[in-house]
């Protein structure tokens, strides 16, 4: 099975013969990012995450001793994560912004979510695994999943995120991000694919800086 779980580290593996992405469940309560790369056979050391006091921030506890606003969330919202665009926005009934939804578990299954909306992208011949990260907010009774749907044969991982709402009260959502990636460093290039009508797919190289990089297209096709 290409998802590898170890309970005294919280370390989740997902893996095919290509790649691994590694996320690790922090003392119980969230999950954050450690590893997106070449596959590795022999798990490799991680160093621990920076516990103790940061300016700007609450102070730590002695059963969390982590800052939440410097470490490298799979999914963060306002005044959490180092990557300062949440992944997720959502208010309730009060207008108040929900905190992080904090982690209740995990499953696997052998089946893409939402296939029926990407047909370009898995068949139901398509050997996939699917890792679902389930978060909870336990006020709201909010529940959120964190899919990642990795291909067999393939150095792709397909994200997307799912919300279950099991309360009574309305809740608002501002906004939802299908993935979110926080990456250790600058050391990287992001490739895009421009082009017109009959010339599409012209690869652009482009190393990441500090501040914002975006790409999109205005065109309905």
């Keep these: 099975m290409p998802v590898e779980y170890d309970p005294k580290t919280g370390l989740i593996n997902l893996h095919n013969d290509q790649i691994s992405y590694v996320i690790q469940i922090l003392a119980h309560r969230y999950p954050v990012h450690r590893y997106f790369g070449r596959y590795f056979s022999k798990q490799p050391y991680f160093e621990p995450m920076p516990s103790g006091s940061h300016a700007f921030a609450n102070d730590p506890t002695e059963r969390f001793p982590y800052s939440v606003t410097s470490l490298p969330l799979e999914y963060s919202t306002i005044g959490s994560g180092d990557y300062r665009q949440p992944a997720y926005v959502i208010k309730d009934a009060n207008n108040q912004l929900l905190p992080i939804l904090e982690y209740t578990g995990f499953s696997v299954n052998d089946q893409p979510i939402n296939s029926r ?37 393939q150095p792709l991982i397909l994200r997307s995120t799912t919300l279950r709402h099991h309360g009574t009260t309305n809740l608002q959502v501002t906004a939802l991000s299908s993935a979110q990636l926080d990456l250790p460093t600058d050391q990287y290039t992001a490739l895009t694919l421009s082009g017109t009508h009959a010339h599409e797919a012209n690869p652009s190289f482009n190393r990441l800086h500090p501040g914002l990089q975006t790409v999109r297209s205005l065109a309905r096709h």
């Design 117 to 153: 909306q990407l047909p370009p992208t898995v068949s139901k011949h398509t050997p996939v695994t699917t890792l679902v990260i389930h978060l909870a907010d336990s006020v709201t009774k909010l529940q959120m999943d964190l899919n990642y749907t990795i291909f067999e044969n």
